[in-house]
């Protein structure tokens, strides 16, 4: 036996070594240097001798089973050849589809990816142009119906393929593929006729007819690659592919034979890329033939597997494999990797990934698949191979996907008699069977007092007429108690490879508040599948979706009032939320927005770009309780809040029922930690004792940190002994300007233009929001103050209290300005200003709000614009006050506040901070 010729020098043994990791080194570092390599573990060589014929390939010598790599230039002598197809990791398969094989342009485009993959070797399997193969299977249905429009449909099909050609081609190569084409179209003639004749195809007549599609796109592919100069070569498949017939509608691939016939093709044409016909292959009698349904993908994961690909890539419209069907939850992400089973259990549950059997052929040789976005090349699609590459052990990345499949029944078949009766089941089945209906899912009791099993609704009255024949006895003696059918039903199943071996998984599936009728799980756990009603199965599947897919701290959000701080908040939201997701997976949605006549509802996320303009064009009728059991109704989201943005005391009632319900509440309203005490107090209690969070930093200093810091000081075991200062920003505004040159109703109209005052202004002149802080902060601190113990200084003149609204009180308002600016002066002349104060007393348990006059030079008085100043007396902070000073009013600070409250409450939630 002759040995190998190399006639350039192998390369260092250590760049050697990296390239062949399994290669173990014997020789020295010359030209006679072996290596051992291990065949069984290597998928390029499958096992067998392979030959390369450039840089980077392994020789084998036959005497001495010692392999080493090729060098650049290599002469073989004939006798050593095995074959001259070569396998393995330099070939990448394509796969493109008839959508991506549409227009010329496309086309182009596929011709332009296959020429962007820089492997050594590319094999291209392409679909029809879209639409040609349904064209295709119309000509012979016409003929064998003798319908002679066939001939004008084969126009049809020569006029498309020519304009195609037209557009992509010139010169020589057009010439060739138009004269194929032509005399293609002629045969197809004749055979039409003949069909036409015979009314009648026999099924290798049609596959011929139809399978001219594939070989007309492979050669227009094939030319339009080889006019940017690469080497290429297009394969009818149907000389290569061999199947056998294994079932209806199914074949199965001769790989022994499809690989000695493929080698052979090879010898005579070995380019670097070849484009190969999709979906067509032979018998082994060579009568043309179909792979059937999703053939191209078969055909490409067959070839994949007789080159041992490094990859097999289905290029497709979508940017790879979904969660869950993206019609059904808008939150489906793409997957980034799946495992062949994973893959596997999809398309059984229906999702449109692959067909099971195109994933056999790769399977075996763990080529990876990948599925990817050919009119989106940035994507990186999925892959499907044996571990996913991401697979980092958490219960999230366990569950990969959920599938439904609807219009199922679940028979139920019932009764003590079954338990240890060996063959119920059996005979169960084989009546299934009998009738031939196809079963989805089996579930018994372990008990065995029960089976049931779920079919096609429209099988389901044969199954049960045929199961109360077979079983007429056994029910008639009460052995069986019943065969029950439950229609309408669907089934939701979660597939994830690690799921059996992560606990919880099923629990929190059932925590989705799905009603589950009947259960399975196998052994192997690459599934679990549950049945439910059909009405509640998107429902349940976009709720178990997010459980598992969306960020924990995932929160729906529903805003009440969407006035000047719910309307600044919800655009602070717009603004920030891309932000939140980004940097601290704070996933905000905002589910609902409701005013006091109308409210807007979303299931998963209104669009705050355009909420105003939704509010008005696309509400109903605001109804609150309405709105509160959408958002406990909704599934789809872990946790909920409610954010107040009302001034109203209706609402506030509500906050107890809405913590019971499990939704979290926040709120810039004072009404409810200002109202009566007891309630007050009932709502702390329910709230300290649930794990339902309830903030309101807004309802004090606006967005200064004024009860955070309390209850810092609080909770860290410091005494509270005295809090003074100016609460409202409104009044201090006002004091803070009216300073001689313009008249107190004028002041109080900038305050109210400045977004400072409330819905009423006279809520601040009266004091009485003061008192309600005052209040606020007293109850925080401990003391037990209802808010009709608070003495209160009010600046509403007497003869305006009664005023029917806002704005006849601030129309009367200018005929007190005199009395104001008496005051003013009285107060200038003793080198004093007017300052509106609140004071929590708590040493004495009281609490006081009036109008004070300071010396021009007390920290009160220096104060501008809106400014509130709290300082804060306690154990630690004795001899000097803690003091907390800032604009205390005003939509941008106010709506901050509250949503500072929300991120606190996702920070509670487990966000990072
Ligand atoms: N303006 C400010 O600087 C500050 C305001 N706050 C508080 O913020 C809250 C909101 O104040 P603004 O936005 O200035 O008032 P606003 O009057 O501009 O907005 C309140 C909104 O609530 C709506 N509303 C009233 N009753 C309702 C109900 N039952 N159901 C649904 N919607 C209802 C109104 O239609 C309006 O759109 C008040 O509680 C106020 O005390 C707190 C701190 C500072
Ligand atoms: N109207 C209030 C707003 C804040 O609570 C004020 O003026 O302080
Ligand atoms: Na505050």
Known sequence: ???????????????????????????????????????????????????????????????????????????????????????????????????????????????????????????????????????????????????????????????????????????????????????????????????????????????????????????????????????????????????????????????????????????????????????????????????????????????????????????????????????????????????????????????????????????????????????????????????????????DACVKSFATIDNLALVNVEGTGMAGVPGTSSAIFSVVKDVGANVIMISQASSEHSICFAVPEKEVAAVSAALHVRFREALAVGRLSKVEVINGCSILAAVGLRMASTPGVSAILFDANINVRAIAQGCSEYNITVVLKQEDCVRALRAAHSRFFLSKTTLAVGIIGPGLIGGTLLNQLKDQAAVLKENMNIDLRVIGITGSSTMLLSDTGIDLTQWKELLRKEAEPADLANFVRHMSDNHVFPNKVLVDCTADTSVASHYYDWLKKGIHVITPNKKANSGPLDQYLKLRTLQRASYTHYFYEATVGAGLPIISTLRGLLETGDKILHIEGIFSGTLSYIFNNFEGTRTFSDVVAEAKEAGYTEPDPRDDLSGTDV?????????????????????????????????????????????????????????????????????????????????????????????????????????????????????????????????????????SLGAPS
């Not at 007293?778 to 009010?794: F, H, M, N």
Request: proline content about 5%.
């Open 1 to 395: 036996m002759r040995g190998l010729a190399v006639a350039s020098p192998l390369p260092p043994a250590a760049a050697a070594a990296r390239r062949w990791p399994r290669a173990s080194f014997s020789g020295r570092e010359t030209s006679t240097q072996c290596w051992k390599y291990d065949l069984s573990q290597d998928r390029s060589l499958g096992g067998s001798l392979r030959i390369g014929q450039s840089q980077g390939s392994l020789l084998r010598h036959h005497s001495t089973n010692l392999l080493r790599p090729a060098a650049a230039a290599i002469s073989v002598e004939q006798d050593d050849i095995n074959t001259y197809l070569p396998k393995g990791d330099m070939w990448s398969v394509h796969k493109f589809g008839g959508t991506c094989m549409g227009t010329p342009q496309r086309i182009q485009s596929v011709a332009d990816i296959v020429l962007g993959d820089s492997s050594e070797r590319k094999l291209v399997i392409v679909s029809a142009m879209s639409k040609v193969t349904d064209m295709m299977y119309n000509l012979v249905h016409k003929a064998q119906s003798r319908d002679d429009s066939y001939m004008i449909a084969l126009e049809e099909v020569f006029e498309k393929h020519m304009a195609a050609a037209k557009d992509l081609l010139d010169g020589e190569d057009l010439a060739s593929f138009l004269s194929q084409l032509h005399s293609d179209v002629s045969s197809l003639r004749a055979m039409l006729s003949a069909i036409y004749i015979a009314g009648h195809a026999t099924e290798s007549f049609s596959d011929f007819v139809v399978g001219h599609g594939e070989l007309w796109s492979a050669q227009m592919l094939s030319y339009a690659i080889k006019k940017s100069g690469a080497p290429c070569s297009w394969m009818d498949t149907r000389e290569v592919l061999v199947v056998k017939p294994s079932g209806p509608n199914q074949v199965d691939p001769d790989y022994l034979e499809s690989e000695n016939r493929l080698q052979k093709w090879f010898s005579r044409q070995p380019a670097e890329i070849i484009v190969a016909t999709g979906f067509i292959a032979s018998t082994a009698e060579n009568i043309p033939t179909t792979l059937k349904r999703d053939g191209s993908d078969f055909s490409a994961a067959i070839i994949g597997s007789l080159v041992r690909a490094r990859q097999v890539t289905i290029w497709t419209d979508v940017d790879g494999v979904f969660s869950a069907d993206p019609r059904k939850v808008s939150e489906a992400v793409i997957l980034s990797t799946l495992s062949y089973q994973e893959a596997w259990e999809m398309s059984y549950f229906g999702a449109n990934v692959l067909h099971p059997r195109t994933i056999i052929p790769v399977m075996k040789d763990n080529i990876p698949i990948v599925i990817r976005n050919m009119f989106n090349i940035s994507a990186p699609g999925t892959m499907i191979c044996r571990q996913p590459a991401n697979d980092n052990g958490d219960l």
């Open 771 to 907: 008192a309600r802080k005052v209040i606020i902060l007293a109850r925080e601190s401990g003391l037990t103050l209802e808010l009709s113990d608070i003495p209160v200084k009010s600046l509403v003149p007497e003869a305006l209290a009664s005023c029917s609204s806002a704005d006849e009180f601030m129309q009367k308002l200018p005929s007190f300005d005199e009395d104001w600016a008496k005051q003013r002066s009285e107060a200038e002349a003793a080198g004093e200003v007017l300052r509106y104060v609140g004071v929590v007393d708590a040493v004495n348990q009281k609490g006081q709000v009036e109008l004070r006059r300071y010396k021009r030079d007390h920290p009160f008085a220096q104060l501008s614009g809106s400014d509130n100043i709290i300082a804060f007396t306690t154990s630690r902070y004795k001899e000097q006050p803690l003091i907390v000073r800032g604009p205390g009013a005003g939509a941008e600070v106010t709506a901050g506040g509250v949503f500072c409250d929300i991120l606190r409450l996702a920070s």
